[in-house]
């Protein structure tokens, strides 16, 4: 059974840092593009990265750019969201997403995914 989980979401102070962890199941990891993406309340989901499949090239979304890294271990079936100077408006929940057939370039743009996780609730707050 196909399982994304995300986890690593939490309460953290405004300047602050967070990783997020998305661990795969039941799928070849290698093979997918992946990406993370946010809904914020009251607004519509957004991209904040996505990756290729080897790892080796990445898209940033305007959303975070410059304060997240986006990275990922196939042999651990793993990709994490590494966060920095997180901001009051960056509270949100924050999915992760696969898909095999799209560039991390259109995964970003259409967010089409085939699996999507469930999403952690990160909270920025003094």
């Known amino acids: 059974q196909v399982q994304l989980v995300e986890s690593g979401g939490g309460l953290v102070q405004p300047g602050g840092s967070l990783t997020l962890s998305c661990e795969t199941f039941?799928?070849?990891?290698?093979?997918?593009?992946m990406g993370w993406f946010r809904r914020a309340p009251g607004k519509e989901r957004e991209a904040i990265s996505c990756?290729?499949?080897?790892?080796?090239?990445?898209t940033y979304a305007d959303s975070m750019r410059g304060r997240v890294t986006i990275s990922r271990d196939n042999a651990k079936n793993t990709v994490w969201l590494q966060m920095n100077n997180v901001k009051p408006e960056d509270t949100a929940v924050y999915f992760c997403?696969?898909?095999?057939?799209?560039?991390?370039?259109?995964?970003?743009?259409?967010?089409?995914?085939?699996?999507w996780g469930q999403g952690t609730q990160v909270t920025v707050s003094s």
């Open positions: 997403a696969a898909n095999k057939f799209l560039t991390r370039q259109q995964l970003c743009l259409t967010s089409e995914a085939e699996y």
């Open positions: 039941g799928f070849s990891l290698d093979h997918y593009t």
């Open positions: 990756i290729n499949s080897s790892g080796s090239l990445e």
